[in-house]
């Protein structure tokens, strides 16, 4: 199998039922209930090998989420072909989700009022993994997210990070090989995601399993991911690796140049747009295709000691995609 | 099978985790068994009265025996699924390798289970301090005919509930509405649990003989009382059996179509 994840021209169409505010409204749709079509994913295309960690990025409602459920076999495609590890998700075959985990950073599956390790012994019975081995995964999961101690407090009384780890426990008893994560560390603090995104690296790492995650968190995709697929409005805006991201959006390249004197700094907004003055270091952002013209412009007319050009960070750009910046271009 | 016991287990677990919330739970049912007993003693004080073929004895078993089988029957886990479809819930347990169908079957088994079980040891510490006039049924054939329809019962009224659960997949906040309508006041009605259906007038009885309501307490509790004939016996038991496969094979076919309307939008 050379081929984790194959989506071909994935269309997915829903229907929303509209509903106007306050009780009115409430009646009114009763009767005759607007019905709007959301087109959430347009014909999308990817493959993705065994093994891959790949970051799904894109506004709210861009459709990440969707292909993740429809990946998982949650949702029935409208059209197009879905193939995850030579199955049809669909079908939703034992065998089939026997080798893959969801984890919905918003979603539970642990059993609020037990502790965790009633959840983990109920996960061992379903996925049938055989005694030996499950204590052995528990155990090396148990040890990487440190939380040997609060597997037998009830749910409801962890942390949200605590519970996170738990649910990621949970999910992963039965090793899957292809795992979906929907934002792993929403509302968790900053030692909380470190933690979480250590655990998703090493295990990708040490089992080769093929991850696809989703995410808001910047710190999370540039981490993680060396490959990004950016989706916005149900089409794929870019796929391939981070860096090559920045090449393909960034109309801009950053000058960043040290003057021994102020002399004629105002001129040098004729050069390109001023980001930031602090002397004696200046940043300009010029246009990517006169950063030659613009670079020795800046040599000859000002007194410069010292000229980096550099690319706008990642994060810009990310920032950009959630926003939604990056349509149509 | 091992799946399911384990299933049965934590259910039976989360049942007892608020312990104080079990004893008042448990405490409000003897409540509801003393004020029943003391109604319906009450209402039929001269032991030679007859209501509608019901005497003294007679309607305090039919009383009680609605109690059980509200218990055995008409108490079900499944009422949380709807809950499930529209919150998004189940999402997680459709990645998971388990049948849903056997998952929540399972969960209500759990849940009658402890139900009877405690119900069970109520009654008869009430039994042995009240002494009230009970019907014993002696007779092997109409006890074995109980067990049987209470058996197809529990089947049915899992389907009906499940049927009626599944109605947010189209509709997402209909849930509670259609559940409180079909479950509580139909079933309820129509099934005898609130009445004997023989105080309705022929016409009425005759159709609902037809439906599968009057199968899920009324029925049962009249095999127990002996009130019915063998042919009455054998042609209720196959009228259970019809509706136990026709809502089998609705359920299943709702649930497939179901799952493809699914949109579970933002959830």
């Not at chain 1, 509903?19 to 014909?43: D, I, N, R």
Request: proline fraction near 4%; include cysteine.
């Amino acid at each position: 199998m050379d081929r984790a994840i194959i989506v071909d021209r994935l269309v997915k169409n829903f229907e929303v039922t509209q509903k106007e505010p306050g009780f009115t409204g409430a009646v009114k749709s009763l009767f005759s209930p607007k019905k709007k079509h959301v087109h959430a994913l347009k014909g999308i295309s990817f493959t993705i090998q065994p093994g891959e960690l790949v970051g799904f990025i894109g506004p709210n409602g861009a459709g990440k989420t969707t292909t993740l459920k429809t990946l998982s076999g949650l949702l029935y495609p409208t059209s197009g072909f879905v193939e995850v590890l030579e199955y049809d998700p669909w079908d939703r075959k034992p065998e089939f989700l026997k080798q893959i985990a969801l984890v919905m950073g918003q979603k539970n599956q642990l059993w609020w009022d037990l502790p965790a390790s009633e959840t983990f012994e109920l996960n061992r019975a379903i996925y049938e993994i055989p005694r030996r081995e499950y204590e052995e995964n528990l155990k090396e999961i148990v040890d990487l997210l440190e939380i040997g101690k609060l597997i037998s407090t009830p749910v409801r009384k962890l942390s949200l990070g605590q519970r996170m780890r738990m649910e990621l426990t949970a999910a992963l008893l039965h090793k899957p090989k292809v795992l979906f994560f929907d934002e792993p560390t929403i509302g968790l603090d900053l030692i909380a995601q470190q933690k979480m995104r250590d655990f998703i690296y090493e295990y990708n790492k040490k089992f080769g399993a093929t991850i696809i995650l989703t995410s808001h968190n910047m710190d999370d995709l540039v981490n993680l991911c060396r490959r990004v697929i950016v989706i916005d409005e149900g089409r794929i805006l870019f796929d391939g690796a981070l860096d090559e991201l920045t090449e393909k959006f960034a109309k801009e390249k950053i000058i960043k140049a040290t003057l021994s004197n102020e002399g004629n700094i105002a001129d040098l907004e004729k050069i390109g747009k001023v980001k930031k003055v602090s002397m004696p270091l200046v940043t300009l952002s010029v246009p990517r295709s006169a950063t030659a013209v613009a670079a020795s412009e800046l040599l000859q007319n000002f007194p410069v000691e010292d000229l980096i050009i550099e690319e706008i960070p990642i994060e810009d750009i990310i920032r950009r995609v959630f926003r939604g910046e990056l349509r149509g271009k | 099978m091992n799946k399911y016991l384990s299933i049965f287990k934590i259910s039976f677990a989360q049942e007892f985790a608020y312990r104080l919330n079990f004893i008042l739970w448990r405490a409000r049912n003897v409540m509801n068994i003393l004020v029943t007993f003391f109604l319906w003693s009450t209402v039929f004080s001269d032991p030679s009265r007859s209501l509608f073929g019901y005497d003294r004895a007679k309607i305090l078993t039919y009383v009680f025996g609605v109690m059980i089988l509200r218990a055995l029957v008409l108490s079900a886990r499944a009422v949380d699924v709807s809950r499930e479809i529209s919150n998004g819930d189940i999402l997680n347990l459709l990645v998971r390798p388990i049948n849903y169908f056997k998952y929540w079957f399972t969960r209500d088994i759990a849940s009658k289970a402890l139900n009877l079980g405690f119900a069970a040891v109520e009654f008869a510490i009430l039994y042995l301090i009240l002494r009230p006039a009970f019907y014993f049924q002696t007779n092997i054939g109409f006890l074995f005919g109980f067990s049987l329809m209470v058996f197809l019962a529990v089947f049915i009224f899992f389907c009906l509930l499940f049927i009626v659960n599944m109605i947010p997949f189209w509709a997402p906040n209909m849930g509670w509405g259609a559940q409180f309508l079909i479950i509580v006041v139909i079933v309820e009605f129509l099934s005898g649990a609130i009445f004997p259906i023989d105080i309705l007038p022929g016409a009425v009885q005759n159709f609902l003989y037809a439906t599968p309501f009057p199968y899920l307490v009324f029925v049962p509790i009249q095999v127990y009382l002996g009130k019915v004939s063998t042919a009455f016996i054998v042609k209720g038991v196959l009228i259970s059996l019809f509706w136990s496969v026709a809502l089998w094979i609705a359920m299943n076919n709702l649930w497939k179509k179901g799952l493809k309307a699914y949109e579970g939008v933002g959830k």
